[in-house]
């Protein structure tokens, strides 16, 4: 399997960048995989210029319904005409961000939702031979302090990421759990993926929602290390993460994790 990131906060390649994450998986079958499209047309751009064809894509995954996620719908319909695109039945709702300067509509571009091309999921979804998208995460453990400041459906309703999905691919000996940004925390993910496929992931690519969490240093330093104590706990796992975990956050990571831990930026790509 060859994971390539097309978008994502950072380049260490000199593309071009945003807020936001693309995969593009190929798979050994010659499947290719589009897990979530970045907030523009940005994706396909990035991934022309890498040799890497929107149009050849087979199935792609949004992941939640968030626009840096999800942006990109529009322009992967139109670039490509044939693959299904698998998302939650709740990602359509309203979803807000509290800043600064009060709520921010962060949500996906409603005139997309009636398109024939959109396969609505529920809680466990097989979207091909070895593929497996579950929702309905629970548990508490680590879950990101950032989404108290996230809502939806109504302004005033604190967001339960029922619209938050994940991706699973069993190809021979690795067991690949794919989530955008685990809002319902990365171990809560892992302990699900676990409970589908009946063993630990060989791999975990995902933003951790680490960034903009509200917390004061002490507090965000014990939480990430008590994160990284979780995440270490699956010695056979190798994690690369990306987009909302934060440089910084990442950094604290890695000083924890060392070889287990890894960062996949814009143009970067890892065979697995």
């Not at 709740?90 to 509509?105: M, V």
């Not at 949500?107 to 579950?134: A, H, P, Q, W």
């Not at 975990?204 to 969490?213: C, D, I, N, R, T």
């Amino acid at each position: 399997m060859k994971i390539t990131s097309v978008v994502e906060n950072t380049s260490r390649r000199g593309l071009p960048v945003e807020h936001g994450l693309s995969l593009y998986i190929e798979m050994e079958d010659g499947r290719k995989v589009l897990f979530d499209m970045g907030q523009s047309a940005l994706f396909a751009r990035n991934a022309e210029a890498m040799g890497l064809s929107i149009a050849d894509v087979n199935v792609a995954v949004i992941s939640h319904g968030h626009y840096d996620h999800g942006g990109g719908l529009g322009t992967f319909l139109a670039g490509n005409s044939k693959a299904q695109v698998f998302i939650h039945r709740d990602a359509f709702q309203p979803h807000y961000s509290l800043r600064d300067d009060g709520l921010h509509y962060i949500g996906l571009d409603s005139e997309l939702k009636e398109s024939v091309r959109l396969v609505y999921c529920d809680n466990l979804e097989t979207i091909g031979s070895g593929m497996t998208l579950f929702a309905n995460v629970s548990g508490d453990c680590c879950n990101p302090a950032g989404n108290r400041r996230l809502f939806g459906p109504s302004e005033s309703e604190n967001d339960s990421f029922r619209h938050e999905q994940s991706l699973v691919i069993e190809e021979g000996n690795n067991v690949v759990l794919f989530a955008g940004c685990a809002h319902r925390g990365i171990i809560n993910i892992i302990r699900k993926a676990e409970e589908v496929t009946g063993r630990p992931p060989t791999h975990v690519l995902a933003g951790m929602h680490l960034v903009k969490s509200g917390l004061n240093e002490i507090s965000e330093n014990v939480f990430i290390n008590t994160l990284a104590s979780e995440l270490r706990k699956y010695s056979g796992t190798m994690f690369y993460t990306m987009h909302c975990t934060g440089l910084d956050q990442f950094a604290k990571l890695k000083s924890l994790l060392g070889e287990q831990i890894g960062y996949l930026a814009c143009g970067d790509t890892i065979l697995l």
